[in-house]
């Protein structure tokens, strides 16, 4: 039902996109009813293909996943049923579901009482007009554009459209059925004959190569580039390069200066006088 009801408006809405987008969703439909249908009968009919270890040992999964797949199941089959018309029924009970309506009431309450603060800033301001933005709950909703009727139009679209789904699920099922029930082995003979066709669709559309070629391989260099020369080179380079040269080089500095020698302290110490005394005198002196 939620599918039909998305085909149905896509067919019913005006904006340009909207017939491709209807087009498209019925080739999903026929395209969806092949495979499921493809599925359905390549693993319960036809010749078994496991091996025998595994044919002698199946058996039913726990109730840790039975269970929650029999709910699934029930909200697929019901859900739609139940919730056709709070989501896509009349725009009345839409509005109510969502309580649309109150939301604009309480939005209209608070739009007079920005209008009036806006009116009492603006004389208090002495003319000085400020925009006054009010969110009104509700009202953005594609449903309630005033020219937006999808949801009305929807429901009188024409009979092939909402017969269209149905249609495409008889032919994805007589096409599954035909390749791999009645004729097993047509979907050898047409990738034998359509061998480019059949590596396309078999690599899927090569939609990984593309994205690797375009996102995952220049990502991978730029990070490849970042950890060799800026992560290795600069960073740890300048760090390994100040403390394997630098820093050594004042140490063997600071090292001579400290020879064991009094001699050595004694020239440093009058080399240091020297300087002070010059220091001194250049300065003034102690005045």
């Known amino acids: 039902v939620s599918k039909d009801a998305i085909i149905e408006s896509a067919f019913a809405a005006t904006d340009p996109a909207a017939r491709f987008a209807f087009w498209s969703l019925v080739v999903a439909a026929l395209f969806t009813s092949f495979y499921s249908w493809r599925l359905m009968f390549l693993t319960f009919y036809g010749e078994p293909r496991g091996d025998k270890h595994t044919h002698e040992h199946a058996h039913e999964s726990p109730m840790t996943m039975v269970a929650p797949l029999g709910i699934l199941a029930v909200g697929a089959i019901f859900a739609g049923m139940v919730w056709y018309k709070p989501f896509f029924g009349s725009e009345e009970s839409v509005d109510k579901f969502f309580g649309v309506t109150k939301a604009e009431e309480h939005a209209q309450v608070l739009m007079i009482g ?57 032919i994805g099922f007589l096409t599954a059925y035909q390749f791999y029930i009645r004729r ?31 996102f995952v391989n220049p990502a991978k260099w730029l990070g490849r580039f970042l950890w060799k020369k800026g992560d290795g080179n600069v960073i740890d380079g300048g760090l390994n390069g100040l403390a394997m040269g630098i820093i050594p080089f004042f140490t063997r500095l600071a090292g001579r200066a400290q020879s064991g020698y009094i001699f050595t302290y004694a020239f440093w110490m009058v080399i240091g006088i ?8 250049l300065s003034g002196g102690a005045e």
């Open 274 to 281: 020297t300087f002070l005394i010059f220091w001194m005198t």
């Open 114 to 170: 920005a209008a009036h603060a806006a009116t009492e800033t603006s004389d208090e301001d002495h003319g000085d007009d400020h925009d006054k933005v009010a969110a009104v709950p509700g009202q953005g909703a594609i449903y309630r554009a005033p020219d937006n009727h999808v949801l009305h139009d929807a429901h009188y679209v024409p009979v092939w459209v909402k017969l269209s789904p149905f249609i495409v699920m008889l």
């Open 184 to 214: 097993p082995d047509l979907p050898g003979k047409l990738a034998k004959n359509q061998k480019h066709l059949y590596q396309f669709l078999l690599n899927k559309w090569y939609v990984d190569e593309i994205y690797d070629f375009l």
